[in-house]
């Protein structure tokens, strides 16, 4: 039995925490740390077997714990992973792995120091059965090399801290950042953020939606939308256009309802439902690798990479959408 801590227990962390205690056996959380004595009676009170710590570095060190989840703010993530590796243990960070690249350079140099991989970063999407067809239609060579990339990522509303401009690229896109690099295994090479006019439906002060359009040093074309307030639900699209043919990601399948002259299939507006079987799949194999003490799930160097394009687009708009370069150190060789 795996014994984990969980660091950070909003909305996501409880998620992960039911997850791991009602649906994957070789695993059970034992402790819990947040910042809020309410949210850690959250989970306390629906588990009265785990232990509530107020400083989360007692979490890290304590020897109940074998591995450690970290589900904080994004801005905290960097201080609990890199003093998870240098415990020695196994650590889940929830995407995005830092705000910065700095803080993603900061945790893969304590992780190379460490001298293995410690570290998983929870992209789930490479772990949802529709972008996985979509992966093996490129891999298998049906379609052709792949050319261009539309993808789509609607929020309904932005949930959590309040949301800002720069937080649309480096909280919500990086998904789309890291997904298109796992289906393309290609790096980024320029970006571009453009603003349209903004909906009415945004607090004032937020640009969406907004456009990004990035350039793959193989050449591939990617645009990019991200809109936080939809209104309407949460819809991720993505279609790969390929030499040969194209690969769309599937909708989920709800059943399509025919009444009042109208034919209709539900969209989920919560974005953990959207992804509720990734989100399973990508735990039980964080468990696997932990359990054979071998990592095969997105690593630090992927955090990295995902933050880098974010930090182009944000220098893109501050630049008023000028096409810049995707700045990225050299892959060290421990991530190859
Ligand atoms: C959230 O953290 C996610 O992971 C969702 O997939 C994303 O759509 C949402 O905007 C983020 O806040």
Redesign the pocket.
Known sequence: MIKLGLIGAGG?GRMHTDIIMNQIPGAEIVAVSDISAENRAKITDQYPSVKSFDDPHELIKSSLTDAVIVTTWDRTHEEFVTASIKAGKHVFC??PLADTTKACVNIMEAEIAAGKRYLTVGFMRRYDSGYVQVKEAIDSGRIGRPLLLHEQ?R?AH???EK?TTD?SAN??LV?EFDITRWLTGDEYEMAQLICPRSTRNADEDLIDPQMVILRTKGGIHVDLEIY?NCIYG?D?HCEVVGEEGCASLPDPANAVIRENGARLYKIDPV?VN??ADAYVTEMRDWIKCVEKDSLTGPSAWDGYAAAAAAEACTRSRLAGGQVVKVEMMDKPEFYR
């Open positions: 996501i929830e995407k990522h929020n932005p949930t959590g949301h937080m909280g919500a998904h936080m949460y991720i974005w959207r992804f």
